[in-house]
């Protein structure tokens, strides 16, 4: 999932079906300041039908929302009171009562945003530099309890399916040209099969924009079965926040892994340089582009 706190606890199977993120059952750091909506619309998907009623109106309707009580909000959802709290909750947030004053700080934000902010790419960038993401979410001590388990794993499987497929493949070289060896099966099946092998100690790594992908779900139960610890970014959201937190899961990896890591990019590079004299190029090591992704401006 995307796509992340970082909730690093074995799933329980039980309940992997109804909610793969670890933090939507247990309040988080609040979502930034300006960010409520992006955070209802980053879980939502993973709701069930009438918990995703009231996270929608939430999210299209936060002017009327603010002065609604749970019984309003309720039918205009077609639910009931129960729902729009567990509703609430799923957002990791204590009760409907704090998700509408999270809209009221937002929105009173907003009235007060200078008139001036940028817009277009630096508008965007900014507003990224600025982690008013679902990223502001992520739990560091969790992160950090996930980049300890994968470093240390005898084995790391990658699992991504369907539109996060991509993610989990691209991530899985990353992680193995950084000395981090790893499978990533492109198979849903093999995945399947290789996560029930996995062991004690072993990491399974979930990648999924949705949450809801039944064949990533159950390589999630059949890693938990054969006792791995089942990880998932923990927060959903988009492709972008996706890879970034990927990407910076890959790196603190790498920082654990120094000596392992320093020489896989070694060795990548001079794989790289037999490459190019294989074809007949007279490149120095020097001309040759740095085609390893520390992360970390080396």
Same mark, same amino acid.
């Given at each position: 999932?995307?796509?992340?706190?970082?909730?690093?606890?074995?799933?329980?199977?039980?309940?992997?079906?109804?909610?793969?993120?670890?933090?939507?059952?247990?309040?988080?750091?609040?979502?930034?300041?300006?960010?409520?909506?992006?955070?209802?619309?980053?879980?939502?998907?993973?709701?069930?039908?009438?918990?995703?009623?009231?996270?929608?109106?939430?999210?299209?309707?936060?002017?009327?929302? =603010?002065?609604?009580?749970?019984?309003?909000?309720?039918?205009?959802?077609?639910?009931?009171?129960?729902?729009?709290?567990?509703?609430?909750?799923?957002?990791?947030?204590?009760?409907?009562?704090?998700?509408?004053?999270?809209?009221?700080?937002?929105?009173?934000?907003?009235?007060?945003?200078?008139?001036?902010?940028?817009?277009?790419?630096?508008?965007?960038?900014?507003?990224?530099?600025?982690?008013?993401?679902?990223?502001?979410?992520?739990?560091?001590?969790?992160?950090?309890?996930?980049?300890?388990?994968?470093?240390?794993?005898?084995?790391?499987?990658?699992?991504?399916?369907?539109?996060?497929?991509?993610?989990?493949?691209?991530?899985?070289?990353?992680?193995?040209?950084?000395?981090?060896?790893?499978?990533?099966?492109?198979?849903?099946?093999?995945?399947?099969?290789?996560?029930?092998?996995?062991?004690?100690?072993? =990491?399974?790594?979930?990648?999924?924009?949705?949450?809801?992908?039944?064949?990533?779900?159950? =390589?999630?139960?059949?890693?938990?079965?054969?006792?791995?610890?089942?990880?998932?970014?923990?927060?959903?959201?988009?492709?972008?926040?996706?890879?970034?937190?990927?990407?910076?899961?890959?790196?603190?990896?790498?920082?654990?892994?120094?000596?392992?890591?320093?020489?896989?990019?070694?060795?990548?590079?001079?794989?790289?340089?037999?490459?190019?004299?294989?074809?007949?190029?007279?490149?120095?090591?020097?001309?040759?582009?740095? =085609?390893?992704?520390?992360?970390?401006?080396?």
């Amino acid at each position: 999932m995307v796509g992340v706190v970082v909730a690093l606890r074995p799933y329980d199977v039980r309940r992997t079906r109804k909610v793969i993120t670890g933090y939507m059952n247990s309040p988080l750091n609040e979502p930034p300041l300006g960010g409520t909506i992006d955070h209802i619309l980053s879980i939502l998907p993973s709701l069930v039908p009438s918990a995703q009623r009231v996270a929608r109106i939430c999210a299209e309707r936060p002017h009327d929302v =603010v002065d609604m009580s749970g019984a309003d909000l309720a039918e205009a959802a077609n639910t009931s009171p129960a729902t729009v709290s567990r509703t609430a909750q799923a957002l990791g947030l204590r009760s409907f009562q704090h998700l509408r004053m999270l809209l009221v700080r937002d929105l009173a934000a907003d009235a007060t945003a200078a008139p001036d902010a940028p817009a277009g790419t630096e508008g965007f960038l900014r507003w990224l530099a600025e982690g008013r993401t679902a990223l502001a979410s992520i739990d560091p001590v969790a992160f950090d309890a996930a980049a300890d388990a994968i470093a240390r794993a005898p084995r790391l499987l990658i699992s991504g399916t369907g539109a996060s497929h991509a993610a989990a493949q691209a991530s899985a070289v990353a992680f193995a040209v950084n000395g981090r060896p790893c499978e990533a099966p492109a198979d849903g099946v093999v995945a399947h099969l290789t996560a029930r092998v996995l062991a004690p100690g072993d =990491v399974c790594l979930i990648v999924s924009s949705s949450g809801a992908n039944s064949v990533t779900l159950a =390589v999630a139960d059949a890693a938990v079965d054969a006792g791995a610890t089942a990880w998932d970014q923990g927060i959903l959201g988009s492709g972008l926040v996706q890879l970034l937190v990927l990407n910076a899961l890959q790196i603190a990896v790498a920082d654990r892994m120094s000596d392992a890591a320093d020489r896989a990019r070694l060795a990548v590079r001079e794989e790289v340089l037999d490459i190019v004299a294989d074809d007949g190029s007279d490149a120095e090591a020097s001309d040759v582009p740095d =085609v390893i992704d520390h992360g970390d401006g080396r």
